[in-house]
């Protein structure tokens, strides 16, 4: 059993794979749009946190690897 390191990476990816189930591909795409948009502005409020930054960098690249592990893709 994998371990998740964040609670914010399990629910983002949880939600995305419900939505997925649910097959509706525009709203999984609402979803993701909605989501890169959330972060970007928490990002640009906290420009000057590098540990705000730095969360969301190892949150980012952790659903990343989920979402490619639950599509099947080969790990780049």
């Known amino acids: 059993m994998e371990i998740w390191h964040s609670l914010t990476t399990y629910i983002l990816f949880m939600c995305i794979r419900h939505t997925d189930y649910m097959n509706d591909d525009q709203e999984v795409q609402s979803l993701l749009n909605s989501t890169i948009n959330a972060i970007k502005k928490v990002l640009k409020k906290h420009n000057n946190e590098i540990e705000m930054t730095s969360f969301w960098l ?9 979402l490619k592990q639950y599509s099947k893709d080969e790990p780049s």
């Open 58 to 66: 190892a949150n980012t690249s952790h659903l990343l690897h989920c």
